[in-house]
């Protein structure tokens, strides 16, 4: 049986929001001699600030995490923007301090949380390689063994004799997972750095990490590419508001985090809505506002299913509180894997663009028509937003889920589950000569 080389229990990270000192040598005395006491501190102010997470002045962001992490294996750790994920790697790496319980961990821990960590601006690639392995914990003769091995995997031949503030992100972000990646570490925490390199240098670096968890070495890897926890990670964490919420097979924890954000069903409603819309919002005199997004078919009956021979109608109801001139309704489509799919909007069309330059107060309804034998197999998100440029730009994420089933003629390509998009093209097949063919080779 493997043995557990990271253990958490209880774990809770509280955090002071807005300034940490009262602005006096004796309010902050006052205020420290109060919490050794266990009494209550009598410098807080009251607020109104209230809600999840929320106590006063402090936030919490994370709460009575615990679990447990075997040798050799790739955790993945999944979550909105905010919800806890670097708060616990940072945690893990001795970073940061926990408020309350353990983090126990047994092996060489090596973290790539933030970009050029660690990296001096003014030296070269070459003297930050030498400089950063030695934070990591390399030797110099380790460093020197593998230094042509760590060049070569970041692709900056060219450039790692320049000074590093000459870099842009990307570069930074390959020198960096570089080192840390050929460190060996038998612990290695990898935030969403990822992100920011180029789809080659992102399929190199999951499959170096692939190559570091079949030697045996534990990973704990923070990503919101859903695709790379599924094919990395047998296992995810998923965590919301700083609590766990799921520990399970990644498959089953990358569900639930789909789902979060989701209304049941193929209609939302306006209350529902509110609750879930972000951007930026006018609480106070504001222009526009959702009431209803639904899913129809042909028929106009609201549905979450469909076959991609359908017709697949996306209706949006909104009130104009103000008049508005030139509003903006947007959709967007993603895949299972957060894989952007489509963007469409009122403005690519003459015809409706006309009638949306100006609208007075009152109820209207926008509707677009994602043509069938488009696309299928998979199952898809809407995010739909409302912009009045400039004002107020208002959207929901991921609010309504659906399904689409390849039927027809796009349900005969035999072994081709990846290829999502299958739309129906007019093609063209004409009688020609041998010599005419001749002379379109030449």
């Not at 970073?95 to 001096?120: D, N, Q, Y």
């Not at 190559?211 to 990503?223: C, D, K, N, P, Q």
């Not at 193929?266 to 529902?272: K, L, P, T």
């Not at 677009?368 to 937003?385: A, I, P, S, Y």
Request: charged share 25%; hydrophobic share 40%.
């Amino acid at each position: 049986m493997a043995e557990t080389v990271i253990k958490v229990e209880n774990l809770s990270k509280q955090y002071r929001l807005g300034v940490i000192g009262h602005g006096t040598l004796y309010k902050d005395l006052q205020s420290w001699w109060a919490r050794v006491r266990g009494r209550e501190d009598p410098n807080v102010r009251i607020t109104e600030q209230t809600g999840p997470g929320l106590d006063g002045e402090r936030f919490w962001a994370l709460q009575d995490i615990s679990f447990e992490v075997k040798q050799g294996e790739v955790l993945g750790i999944i979550g909105r923007n905010g919800a806890g994920k670097t708060t616990l790697l940072k945690i893990l790496s001795r970073v940061t301090t926990p408020t309350k319980g353990v983090a126990k961990i047994k092996g060489r821990v090596v973290s790539l949380l933030e970009i050029g960590t660690g990296f001096h601006p003014e030296l070269t690639g070459r003297e930050n390689v030498y400089l950063n392995g030695a934070i990591l914990g390399m030797t110099k003769a380790e460093i020197e063994r593998k230094f042509d091995e760590i060049v070569d995997f970041s692709g900056l031949e060219k450039f790692i004799d320049t000074p590093v503030k000459r870099y842009s992100s990307g570069m930074y972000v390959r020198l960096a997972f570089a080192v840390a990646a050929h460190l060996e570490p038998e612990i290695l925490l990898v935030d969403e750095v990822l992100a920011v390199g180029d789809v080659q240098f992102q399929k190199k670096c999951l499959g170096k990490m692939g190559e570091v968890a079949r030697g045996g070495r534990t990973i704990l890897f923070v990503s919101h590419n859903m695709g790379a926890i599924r094919n990395l990670c047998g296992r995810a964490l998923l965590i919301d508001k700083g609590g766990l919420v799921s520990d399970a097979v990644a498959e089953h924890t990358i569900a639930k985090y789909l789902d979060q954000n989701l209304i049941e069903g193929a209609v939302a409603s306006e209350a529902e809505i509110e609750e879930r819309m972000e951007g930026v919002v006018r609480r106070s005199n504001p222009f526009v506002r959702f009431q209803e997004i639904a899913l129809l078919d042909r028929a106009g009956q609201t549905r979450r299913l469909f076959n991609s021979d359908e017709d697949i109608i996306i209706s949006i109801t909104f009130e104009c509180l103000q008049a508005v001139q030139d509003l903006h309704v947007m959709v967007e489509v993603v895949d299972e894997n957060a894989v952007p799919i489509l963007m469409t909007r009122n403005v690519d069309d003459p015809n409706v663009t006309v009638g949306f330059q100006q609208l007075e107060p009152g109820v209207y309804k926008a509707s677009c028509v994602l043509t069938r034998n488009t696309f299928g197999g998979r199952h898809f998100f809407l995010t739909v937003h409302l912009v009045y440029p400039k004002t107020e730009h208002i959207y929901v994420n991921k609010i309504l889920e659906f399904e689409v089933k390849f039927q027809g003629y796009n349900n005969s390509y035999g072994g081709s589950e990846d290829i999502f998009i299958r739309p129906q093209l007019n093609w063209t097949i004409q009688a020609g000569s041998r010599r005419e063919l001749g002379s379109c080779v030449e």
